[in-house]
């Protein structure tokens, strides 16, 4: 019987050593705490890493939803929920700053259509290096005439947790491919595209 004991014993203290190593190990390591995504719910790093080819165009659709609006604050609100730091700040003001230049009074672009045609990351601790390439189908348009587009962008994405959760904090656009940029089509008259 006290060899049975001692075995036990040993086969406890053996569970608790594995059990506070990894808590030690998740408390030291960042990248291994759950965090959530927005629309997502919880993923480390790793996981993030893995299924980016998912969050990355869920992330980039909310920006062109916040490039939709006109309004300051849901423009800023928008982002909010997918960026922040410095690529909030970077993605915000370049809204404004097309909002100031056109004098946009209702919205002048439409998405009909994102695909993620590149992805590549690296994992730093709990923050992720992406270099993403993506396409947009949409219409850009103005009070007399609507352009038909059809972009390619890539960017450097950094992502990392914050309190609200995985956030794009970094983003420096490295190409845009306008060479499907489209046609230029009449707008219809105010009667046609309400059908009356």
Avoid: K
């Avoid at 980016?52 to 300051?72: D, K, N, S, W």
């Avoid at 259509?113 to 290096?129: I, N």
């Amino acid at each position: 019987m006290p060899a049975t004991r001692a075995l036990v014993l040993a086969a406890a203290v053996i569970c608790l050593a594995a059990a506070g190593w990894l808590v030690l190990r998740e408390a030291t390591d960042p990248g291994l705490a759950a965090h959530p995504v927005p629309g997502m719910g919880e993923m480390n790093a790793a996981e993030l890493s893995r299924d980016g080819y998912l969050v990355i165009p869920a992330m980039l659709r909310e920006v062109y939803v916040a490039f939709g609006a006109t309004e300051e604050a849901v423009i800023h609100d928008t982002l909010a929920a997918v960026a922040a730091g410095p690529a909030l700040e970077t993605l915000y003001l370049d809204r404004a700053g097309a909002m100031a230049g056109g004098g946009l009074d209702g919205a002048d672009q439409e998405i009909h259509e994102m695909e993620l045609l590149d992805l590549a990351s690296s994992r730093d601790g709990a923050m992720l290096s992406v270099n993403a390439t993506w396409r947009v189908l949409g219409t850009v348009g103005h009070a007399e005439h609507m352009h038909v587009r059809g972009n390619v962008y890539s960017a450097a994405l950094t992502l990392a947790p914050t309190a609200a959760g995985w956030r794009i904090t970094g983003f420096e656009l490295l190409d845009v491919d306008r060479s499907d940029a489209g046609t230029m089509v009449a707008a219809p008259e105010p009667a046609e595209a309400t059908g009356g």
